[in-house]
């Protein structure tokens, strides 16, 4: 059975396949030399059809829980999206999850405890492949990456400080231009050289890092009030090298 995506992470190993996630708990070496420790299935969780295996793990150091009968933690199903899904994202703590569809256009936020809608923040109005959604150590920001050569910031937090559109909304129009006018936008964004594949992170409270598929490494920070600049610029690999 194919494989869509393994995690390896606290003595556990995550495989995704096409329908079904399992875990599995790998002990730490024997003080026995003839004997190895086996892995041992832990369970299995029944998903929908998840081809581009969508996972994401968090191990909760600070937190503590009880677990019985060997079934440790609990299933909870969420509807975020009309299309489907095509990135997601937890939270530091575990208490908020991101999520994006192939349409690319919408990001909403939900509490994991509850599944209320925490934020829905728009990436722009044309289709785009969301290549990445992360939170930043403290949740207060998120981003997310595509393939049009953008980095888009959104403030969970205080979400006042997100951008909104003012547009007239006239006549038959109005329920159109009300969805984008009530739409929160980034608080800031930038853009890269190339479209295409990229990666970011949070590198400290108001900094980000991308990587991008052509090789290049851009570190940026951003102010509350929507400015960006760009800190830093380096090709971390070199596609054409010498040596090949």
Not at 6 to 20: K, Q
Not at 144 to 166: E, G, M, P, W, Y
Not at 214 to 235: E, Q
């Amino acid at each position: 059975m194919k494989s869509y995506d393994c995690m390896f992470f606290h003595y556990r190993l995550i495989v995704v396949l096409i329908n079904e996630i399992h875990v599995f708990y790998f002990p730490t070496s024997s003080t026995s030399e003839a004997s190895t420790p086996s892995p041992k299935h832990l369970s299995t969780v029944t998903t929908s059809l998840n081809p581009r295996g969508l996972c994401e793990d968090l191990v909760c150091l600070d937190q503590e829980r009880e677990e019985r009968g060997g079934q440790g933690g609990s299933e909870s199903v969420c509807t975020t999206h009309s299309h489907d899904l095509t990135a997601i994202a937890l939270s530091p703590r575990g208490n908020m999850v991101a999520t994006a569809s192939t349409k690319g256009t919408i990001i909403r936020v939900h509490s994991t405890s509850s599944r209320d809608l925490v934020a829905e923040f728009r990436r722009g109005t044309d289709s785009a492949n969301i290549n990445c959604l992360c939170f930043s150590l403290d949740s207060e920001y998120m981003l997310c990456s595509s393939d049009k050569a953008t980095v888009h910031i959104f403030s969970i937090k205080d979400q006042t400080l997100n951008k909104k559109l003012s547009l007239p909304a006239v006549g038959i129009l109005s329920r159109a231009v009300s969805s984008y006018t009530e739409s929160q936008w980034g608080l800031a964004q930038f853009s890269l050289a190339k479209e295409g594949q990229c990666v970011c992170a949070f590198s400290g409270s108001r900094s980000v890092v991308a990587l991008c598929a052509d090789g290049s490494c851009h570190k940026y920070t951003f102010t509350t009030d929507g400015n960006c600049s760009r800190d830093a610029f380096n090709m971390f690999l070199d596609m054409f090298d010498d040596h090949m």
